[in-house]
Nanobody
Framework: QVQLVESGGGLVQPGGSLRLSCAAS????????MGWYRQAPGKQRELVAV???????NYGEPVKGRFTISRDAAKTTVYLQMNSLKPEDTAVYYC??????????WGQGAQVTVSS
């Protein structure tokens, strides 16, 4: 089993920055991919950014060039640095870990609101 604990999020003005963190515990040696997804009201959950165990990174189109995913040396915590935030980035951001043979674990979600 993998447990995920998110932190960060909040209210920021357009053009501002925020950083999210997601700490994994438990069977971390089984984690293949970690990353972030988001869901805005009335919309489907979408990819924000993911990083594989080998360090390959994939970003969703809406955030390319503005968001950066990274992780610590132990590969147990991933970060999402969000710059140049826009109102359309407002959503609940969920940390995700894919581990073992096709298993998924989701964090509790962190609200990000971009508004003046």
């Amino acid at each position: 089993q993998v447990q995920l604990v998110e932190s960060g999020g909040g209210l920021v003005q357009p053009g501002g920055s925020l950083r999210l963190s997601c700490a994994a515990s438990g069977s971390i040696f089984n984690i293949n991919v970690m990353g972030w997804y988001r869901q805005a009201p009335g919309k489907q959950r979408e990819l924000v950014a993911v990083i594989t165990g080998g360090g390959r990174i994939n970003y969703g189109e809406p955030v390319k060039g503005r968001f950066t995913i990274s992780r610590d040396a132990a590969k147990t915590t991933v970060y999402l640095q969000m710059n140049s935030l826009k109102p359309e980035d407002t959503a609940v951001y969920y940390c995700n870990a894919k581990y073992g043979s096709g298993l998924d674990k989701w964090g509790q979600g962190a609200q990000v609101t971009v508004s003046s």
